[in-house]
């Protein structure tokens, strides 16, 4: 599971009680759906979307469960629907890494969190959380993180220290780089580029979702340029089978070339569909 999850640019929400949507969103180009049983679904749908999700990962098909936060009244239930195989999980509210050891505790062995970091206290406790056995990749959650300091989530410059500390505790629990939050302006692909360029300056390498017309613009701000790609090639082949090497008057050491053999790596991942239904 974390094989699909690591590189996954882009995870698409979407509600656990619509299930004439799952596999629309599966097929959408994505690299992977939420399937979600927390913010898009009311009270009074909780209990049929769980059914409808456990339904859906029975017969085979794919995706990420986002739960209830721990301490609600419907995590319990939401975490024992997932008994039956293991699945990867989206943990709200993460705080400390013992949530995240009492959830994989309650699943079936094999499955994976991706915990999300929308609090205070998560930031603080970002790097045990990351290094925290089962944990494959961190989100981060721009919404609930701005509603509770009392920030503008859509305030880059408000939240850019705590993304950067999510980014900086992914790479010391040696995790990949984390997932951005969602942009909240469906129609305003401007914002959505610009939202996707900032995260990927900080260090985040994918993003959730929250609409299909997203995906595509997700990935293209998060594939390399071609000026990029030009000159990783160039140190790439200067550097040959070793990891030191002079380019245009320059020192190319170990780090430039290993940032340019993931550049191209990353350049020739397939696109979407990592989480597809069963056939």
């Known amino acids: 599971m974390g094989d699909d999850l690591a590189p996954a640019r882009t995870l698409l929400f979407v509600p656990g009680h619509r299930p004439d949507r799952f596999a629309k969103a599966a097929g959408s180009g994505a690299d992977g759906i939420v399937l979600d049983l927390e913010d898009a679904v009311g009270p009074e749908l909780k209990d049929a979307a769980r059914e409808h999700v456990r339904a859906w ?23 024992a629907a997932l008994s039956g195989r293991p699945c990867p999980v989206m943990l709200p509210k993460a705080a400390d890494p013992d949530q995240v050891g009492r959830l994989l505790a309650d699943l079936p062995a094999g499955s994976a969190v991706v915990p999300l970091i929308e609090t205070a206290a998560g930031v603080l406790e970002a790097r045990s959380i990351c290094a925290a056995p089962g944990v494959v990749r961190a989100a981060f959650g721009s919404v609930d993180l701005g509603a509770g300091l009392g920030v503008d989530p859509d305030d880059r410059a408000a939240l850019a220290t705590a993304r950067s500390l999510l980014v900086l505790a992914s790479a010391a629990a040696g995790t990949a780089p984390p997932l951005d939050g969602v942009t ?46 030009r000159r990783a090639k160039e140190i790439v082949a200067a550097a040959g089978e070793g990891s030191v090497a002079v380019l245009d008057g320059r020192m190319i050491d170990r780090p430039v070339v290993e940032r340019a053999r993931r550049l191209l790596d990353r350049a020739h991942r397939p696109v979407g569909r990592r989480f597809p239904p069963a056939s």
């Not at 017969?59 to 939401?78: H, L, S």
């Not at 401007?190 to 985040?204: N, Q």
Request: overall charge negative; aromatic content about 6%.
């Open 57 to 79: 990962l029975a017969d085979g098909g794919r995706g990420v469960v986002r739960v209830n936060a721990p301490g609600t009244e419907w995590y319990d239930a939401d975490v």
């Open 184 to 229: 909240t302006a469906l129609d305003d692909e401007r914002a959505l580029r610009a939202d996707t360029r900032h995260a990927a300056t900080l260090g985040f390498s994918g993003k959730l979702c929250v609409h299909p017309r997203q995906v595509a613009v997700v990935h293209a701000e998060f594939a390399p340029s071609d000026e990029e790609l």
